[in-house]
């Protein structure tokens, strides 16, 4: 929906914007004489201006130009036409403080492959992979997964960015990832009631007792969130053109959910859970 798009042009607010789709002009390339909108020739000097700058930085791939002028709550307009540049994106960590703990684990996924890195194996080609991508997906990845990743590992992050905490939140759901997907009807199977502190746990696991089964159900784990995140990322973008005149048709299809190449431990999974129980039941928590 970038490209039916005004409100990224300096002085066009969201009345402007409804009164151009309303007498006609629905795209950008449909701004041309006669103009059916009765505006000021500055105005009317300022939106060619604009769209023709739009053009260029949409023809060379630049999703920044976009982001920096719409407002935060529209950015999720610009996804599909810079959806073959996008990367999903999940860390595993092992604490919540950036400065004091690690990152144990960086899941991509680009719409066709899933990626993972490593702590102690390959968690530093990270850093020249992600610049494959313009456009970042996460949840709550602004208040967590990048600066984690800034502070952490000192890759500046300075792609364009979704934060479908914010996306989805808007359209009402609420719960974190987990409680999203609940809500939008999708299914983790024996990972189901998995969750960071769990991660934490089998990571542990893993690196203490050398526990195989421990890291290939951290990665499931993992490869369900990032996969995850394609699926809600178009279910709150068609949720989100309600409110414009396209919906019903720039609806995005539901994506195909590739087959996750790891499977988790049920054996595996009961332990941690039990080791959780215990742990907050040792704290009076349970």
Request: one cysteine or more; aromatic letters at 12%; charged letters at 25%.
């Amino acid at each position: 929906m970038l490209r039916n798009t005004f409100l990224h042009i300096p002085g066009i607010g969201a009345i402007t914007e409804k009164r151009l789709w309303d007498s006609g002009v629905t795209s950008w390339d449909a701004f041309v004489e006669p103009y059916p909108v009765r505006l000021s020739p500055n105005r009317i000097e300022s939106l060619r201006r604009y769209l023709d700058e739009s053009r260029i930085h949409f023809q060379n791939v630049n999703p920044n130009y976009f982001i920096e002028l719409l407002p935060s709550n529209l950015q999720w307009r610009l996804f599909p036409e810079f959806r073959h540049s996008t990367a999903y994106l999940d860390i595993e960590t092992t604490g919540m403080d950036g400065y004091y703990n690690d990152i144990t684990m960086i899941g991509l996924y680009d719409g066709t492959s899933i990626y993972h890195y490593v702590k102690g194996q390959n968690l530093d080609d990270f850093r020249a992979d992600i610049e494959k991508y313009k456009v970042i997906v996460t949840y709550n990845g602004k208040c967590f997964d990048l600066p984690f990743i800034r502070s952490n590992m000192g890759i500046a992050m300075n792609h364009t960015h979704i934060d479908l905490r914010y996306v989805l939140g808007s359209v009402g759901f609420s719960g974190g990832l987990k409680g999203c997907e609940t809500q939008a009807g999708i299914e983790r199977g024996e990972l189901t009631g998995l969750d960071g502190y769990d991660a934490v746990l089998l990571w542990n696991d893993y690196k203490r007792n050398g526990s195989q089964k421990a890291l290939e159900t951290l990665l499931a784990y993992n490869s369900q969130d990032i996969v995850n995140l394609e699926v809600l990322m178009v279910l709150g973008y068609n949720l989100k053109l309600k409110d414009t005149p396209f919906w019903g048709t720039s609806q995005l299809r539901d994506p195909v959910v590739p087959e996750i190449p790891f499977k988790g431990d049920l054996e595996t999974i009961e332990r941690i859970k039990i080791e959780k129980m215990n742990t907050f039941s040792g704290y009076g928590y349970w």
